[in-house]
């Protein structure tokens, strides 16, 4: 039974041997020979890159930079915070009484220039009318105080005391550090933008060429039709014969 076996291994092995040493079938060789020359490839481009230096791309190089400047504009912020002396503590009703400070002062000026052409009827009667409501409300709460129970004005009394130490603890609560310093830096946008816009109500930019071309072109236009209608004012053309004969 062994001998047998062991003739069986060795013709196994004969036919393996045969079968291996016959040639191989076209497509398998075809797919051989590719894959030899693309391990050739990449051995050829492994070894030049192990020898020659890294160049990163452009991309790559871009950001890098992008992040450097990032990273020495966020120290130097630091640096210029760390220097930078303490802000002066505001109250916590500052910005409020300064938008109602800049109100009135619009208010007062728009008065002013309406004022300037106002007639002097209209403004003696404006100005009564504004006398005459003051001393109405001063009369009705002279009245509203004599006729209050004493009830009513103990508790009116006791909420104008809540009001007057609400404001008066309003004025000493300072302002929390992070409202001021946003705040503040948000008004000096503002402040710088409404100085520019007015400086150049003052000295206006030149218009470029296109927008300097179309406005004289409409300016030149609407002198045109207002001649025009000027010159029909003054020589109106005859009229019509049904509109003679309406006419009589």
């Not at 020979?33 to 693309?38: M, R």
């Not at 150049?200 to 039709?225: H, I, S």
């Amino acid at each position: 039974a062994g001998q047998h076996f062991n003739k069986l291994e060795e013709q196994k092995k004969k036919e393996m041997e045969a079968l291996l040493n016959e040639p191989a079938p076209p497509a398998i060789e075809y797919f051989t020979q590719q894959w030899l020359e693309e391990k050739k490839q990449q051995e050829l481009a492994l070894k030049k890159a192990n020898e020659t230096p890294y160049e990163p791309p452009e991309a790559t190089k871009y950001f890098d930079e992008l992040e450097i400047k990032k990273a020495k504009a966020a120290e130097a912020a630091r640096e210029q915070v760390k220097n930078k002396t303490p802000e002066e503590t505001l109250p916590v009703d500052y910005f409020t009484k300064l938008g109602e400070a800049e109100m009135e002062a619009k208010a007062k000026a728009a008065w002013e220039l309406a004022e300037k052409d106002m007639p002097i009827g209209i403004k003696y009667f404006t100005l009564k009318g504004e006398e005459d409501r003051l001393a109405h409300e001063a009369e009705v709460y002279r009245l509203s105080q004599e006729n209050m129970s004493d009830a009513t004005r103990h508790f009116h009394k006791i909420e104008d005391e809540k009001e007057a130490a609400s404001l008066a603890s309003a004025k000493q609560e300072p302002m929390p550090r992070a409202i001021q310093h946003f705040t503040m830096a948000d008004r000096a946008i503002q402040d710088k933008r409404r100085a520019e816009i007015e400086d150049m109500k003052v000295n206006p930019p030149e218009m470029p060429p296109g927008q300097a071309y179309f406005t004289e072109r409409m300016l030149a236009d609407q002198a045109k039709k207002q001649a025009e209608i000027q010159a029909m004012k003054d020589n109106p053309p005859p009229p019509t014969v049904a509109g003679q004969h309406f006419n009589k």
